[in-house]
C-alpha cells in the first residue's frame, strides 16, 4: 500500500483563500470605520456603545489565515486594538469557518442567521454580546442596500441618515485613523 | 425551512416503567465504578433518590456518595463544591435525579471536570468548550419538563457577580437519560401542569424558530401529540404511570428539538421575568405562550396552523378552515391552559403569580439582551415586549 502523503494545497484553493482573507481584512476594516463613525452619526449606535462597559473588547476572528479585528470601549471612544488580553468580561466572536465567515462579512447572511447555522462561537457574555449585534445590523442597514438587507434580516433597521454620507465618512476614517 | 443546518442528539434513551433497572448495566459500560449522585433535599426526603439507590445496591451494599444541597437555582459555588468533593471521593461519573437546577448543576460540574478549569466564567459563552477529558455523566430526569436531559444549555448563577451565565455546547449533553414513570409519580399537579406547558413552549418555538429543520420539526411535532395526549390526563391523575411516561417523552423530545432549533421570545421574556421577578420558568412559559403567539401570528400563522393537527388532532384541523387554523391553534392553547387552570390552579396572567408591580421596561431591557430573541422569526422591538409583558399581566386595555 502507498500512502500519498499531500504537503501542499491546490493552486485553485490557494488562489480563494488568499481572495478570502484579503475580503475579510477588507470588510473588517470598514466594519472598523463603520462603528467609529455611526457613533456621531446614528444615535442608536451611540445609546448602544454608551451603555458599555468600559475597557470592554469586541472581537470578530475569521479563521484559517484570516484577519481579526479588536474594538475596545475606552472612556467614551471605541479604539482598534491589536492582539488584547482577552478576559470572561470581553466578548469575542469566531467564525467556524472562512466560509461562514465570508458569507456574512459579504452580506449573505446575517448575524441571526449566522447564529441559526451555528456559523460562529462566542467567548463571553452572550447578553453583552446582543448590544454588538443591534449595532451591527444598524451598520448593515447603511452599508448593504435594501435588497441584501431585507433578505438577511427579519426587520430592517430605519435610517437615521443616508448610506452615502456613511460611506464617505468610513472613506475618511480608512484615511485618517489607524 | 432551511436545508442547511446542524442536528446532534448523542443521549442514549432509555424509557419504559422499569427502566431505571438498567441503570447498573449503562454505569458499567461507561466504566463507572464510583459515581457520584446529585440531587436535592426534596428528592430524598420524599424518597425518590432511595430508589436510585436501591437499584445501585442491587449490584451489593456499598457506599454511593450523594451531593443533596443543590439550590433552587443552579450556583457557581455549588459548582466548585461538587468539583471539590468528586475529586476527594475519587468518584469516575456523575449521576444527576432531579429537574432543571440539579441537572443544570451536573452539567457545570461536568464542565468544570472535563475542562480542568478554575473559574466557571473561562467556559462562558457559546460552543466554545470542547471534548475535554471524558467524565460519564448519566441524568434521571423527575420533571417533565425543561429537558434538560437532552439540551445543550446550561445556566448556573455567579454568586460572586450577581450574574447568571449562560454555557451552550454541544457537550454538556449526558451519555444517558433515563425516563421512568416512577420519577414523576409524586410531582404535584400544579407542577405537572406548569412544568407540561414549559414542554409545549418548548416544542412550538422549535417548530417555528429561525433554525427550524426537519428532524427538529420530528421531534418538535410528536412531542406536541403525546401533550395532548397526556397532558390533562396527568395532571388530573399523577398515579397513571402511562401518562407519567408520555410526558416524561414529551419532554425529552421537546428538549431534543428545541437544543437544535432554538427558542425564541416566550423563553427571552420568560428567562428576563425569572432573573428580575424570580417567576418560576413554567410558569412564566406557560402565561407568555398564548400573548407570543398572537404577537408572532403575522408571520408564523401558517406554521401555527400546521401545529393544529398535533395539538387538536385530526377531527378539529380538518374542521377548520387553513386560513383559520393558526388563530384556532392559538385558542386550543388556551383552551388546554383554562382546563388546567381550573383542575390545579395554574395561573394564566402574571399578576396571579405576582401581585406586585413588575417594571415592565427593565424586564423588556433585558429580554432584549436574551440570544433567544435573535431566532424569533418576527422582530421584537422594546415596545413590543412591554406591550406582551402587559397584556399577559393582565393590565386592563393591554391587548396585542
Redesign the interface.
Known sequence: MQLEKNKTISVGTKGIMLLERIICKVVLRVLQGGFQELYHLDHRIAEEMNQWENNMIYGLECPQGGASLYLQWKNGKLKKVKNPPIT?HDAII?F?SMYMAILVLTGQIG???A????G????????????F??CVDILESYLFPNVITERI???VPKKETSSLLVYASIMKNIITVH | M?L???FQHRVKILSGHHSLEQLPKELQDLGVVRPLIISDEMLKKIGVLQSVLDVLMKEGEKEIPCFTNVPVDSSSDIVNEIGKVYHKLSCDGLIAVGGGSVIDTAKGVKMLLSQEVH?L??L?????IKRGIKIPFVVIPTTSGTGSEATLVAVIKYVAKK?K??F?SYHLQPDVAILDSCMTKTLPPRITASTGMDTLCHAIEAYT???KNPISDAYATAAIALIRDNLYKAVANGNNKRVRLAMANASTMAGAAFSNS?VGLVHAIGHALGGECHIPHGDAMNILLPYVMRYNRSILDEQYGDLLIYFAGADVYAATPKKERGKRMIQEVRKLQKRLHHRCGLPLTLKEIHPDPIDFELVAQ?A????A???????AEKDDIIRILEAAYGKKGGRL
Open positions: 470572561y469566531q467556524t448575524i441571526s442567521g447564529y441559526a447555522l451555528h460562529f462561537t462566542l467567548k463571553g457574555d452572550i447578553a453583552k454580546t446582543m448590544s449585534a443591534r434580516m427579519t426587520a | 432551511s442547511s443546518y446542524e473559574d466564567l473561562e462562558v459563552g457559546c460552543e466554545t450574574v451565565m449562560e451552550i424558530c429561525l433554525q432554538m433585558k432584549m439582551n436574551d440570544g430573541i435573535l431566532v424569533n422569526p418576527k422582530k
